[in-house]
């Protein structure tokens, strides 16, 4: 059993920052890649940065020079981030994390519970 805790979000005035935390526990052999991604109302889930477990990153290019994504390899926990905030970049956002756990070192891939973002113009 795999689980994520993401921490935050909030609430924050367009160009101001926030950072955003996934931890991943239990039964992980290693993580491959982990990454953030958003949705909006009424939008499909985009992915916003992903990170691999070598430490190559990509992001959306409305992010780019905004956002930067790392990782502590060793608290398996992904970080998102995020400087002068904009209205547009409101969302829900979510951690996903592939892996291999368990003694068999079953490859999966989940998904946090979200965290709300709310930028205010």
């Known amino acids: 059993q795999v689980q994520l805790v993401e921490s935050g979000g909030g609430l924050v005035q367009a160009g101001g920052s926030l950072r955003l935390s996934c931890a991943a526990s239990g039964s992980i052999f290693s993580i491959n890649a982990m990454g953030w991604y958003r949705q909006a109302p009424g939008k499909e889930r985009d992915l916003v940065a992903r990170?691999?477990?070598?430490?190559?990153?990509n992001y959306q290019d409305s992010v780019k020079g905004r956002f930067t994504i790392f990782r502590a390899n060793a608290k398996n926990t992904v970080y998102l981030q995020m400087n002068s905030l904009k209205p547009e970049d409101t969302a829900v956002y979510y951690c996903?994390?592939?892996?291999?756990?368990?003694?068999?070192?079953?490859?999966?891939?989940?998904w946090g519970q979200g965290t709300q973002v709310t930028v205010s113009s």
């Open positions: 990170i691999t477990s070598r430490g190559s990153t």
């Open positions: 996903n994390v592939d892996a291999l756990v368990g003694s068999t070192w079953s490859n999966i891939n989940i």
